[in-house]
């Protein structure tokens, strides 16, 4: 079967895992943490070599105070519980989105993560964080014109090449594969530039729910598609 190289998936469906059982929000959110724990051992267990998870949106900050505040605890949690065991196993963490005016302690949490595990090679977890698809591009569009001005940069060189150089995933390999739970089929901002030509797969179960069998069920999907990237297969025909 044909692993891809890079697979990100959009963890949605906590606050209605939680609902579905009469628990408050903030136990959902907790469940959620314990499945991206489990997936991220199974993604190396399988072989993948990058992963990115939609952590919080720059979209989620509309949310309740509390919420937020309950989400903003959790990102501490894991990365102060699981940060040396990601390390431990080779992971490297990296982490797109922007970072002016969040919290100091935030901020230093992700530099953290970084800093430490910048020399791993056995997988890499890219976390996206007060990240959006549109607030990225226009970052990077405003780096670009910020190089054209001081000319260190020709309008007339800029390419998608180089556009995807001053994009947050520089360095990262776009996702072949992009999986979102909870039955909503749609991208919510996520990666627009990069997942252009991804393989989509949507899956019913909330984000809890969400186990090594339907990744492999979700793997499995992927090793049936045939990646056109826009243009046509030729079957049986010399060329």
């Known amino acids: 079967m044909t692993t891809p190289e890079h697979v990100a998936i959009i963890m949605d469906g906590n606050g209605r895992w939680a609902k579905a059982r009469g628990l408050p929000r903030l136990a959902g959110h907790r469940a ?3 499945a991206l724990r489990k997936t991220v051992s199974a993604a190396g267990e399988m072989g993948i070599p990058w992963l990115t998870v939609y952590a919080f949106s720059s979209e989620n900050w509309s949310r309740p105070k509390s919420e937020v505040n309950d989400l903003m605890g959790l990102l501490k949690l894991f990365i102060r519980r699981d940060l040396a065991e990601l390390h431990k196993n080779g992971v490297r963490v990296r982490v797109i989105g922007e970072r002016e005016g969040l919290a100091p302690d935030i901020r230093g949490l992700l530099d953290e993560a970084e800093s430490l595990t910048a020399g791993n090679k056995n997988m890499n977890l890219v976390i996206a964080f007060n990240y959006g698809g549109r607030d990225e591009i226009v970052r990077a569009a405003r780096r670009i014109a910020d190089a054209v001005v001081r000319g260190d940069l020709k309008s ?21 594969l992009v999986i979102r739970t909870s039955g909503e089929v749609r991208m919510s901002n996520f990666l627009p530039w990069q997942a252009a030509y991804s393989e989509l797969v949507f899956m019913p179960c909330y984000w809890p729910d969400f186990t090594r069998d339907h990744l492999a069920d979700a793997l499995g999907q992927y090793a049936v598609r045939e990646r056109r990237f826009g243009g046509v297969l030729e079957r049986g025909i010399a060329l």
């Open 32 to 34: 959620g943490v314990e």
């Open 156 to 176: 007339e060189a800029v390419s998608p090449e180089v556009f995807a150089d001053y994009l947050d995933t520089a360095g990262i390999p776009d996702p072949d």
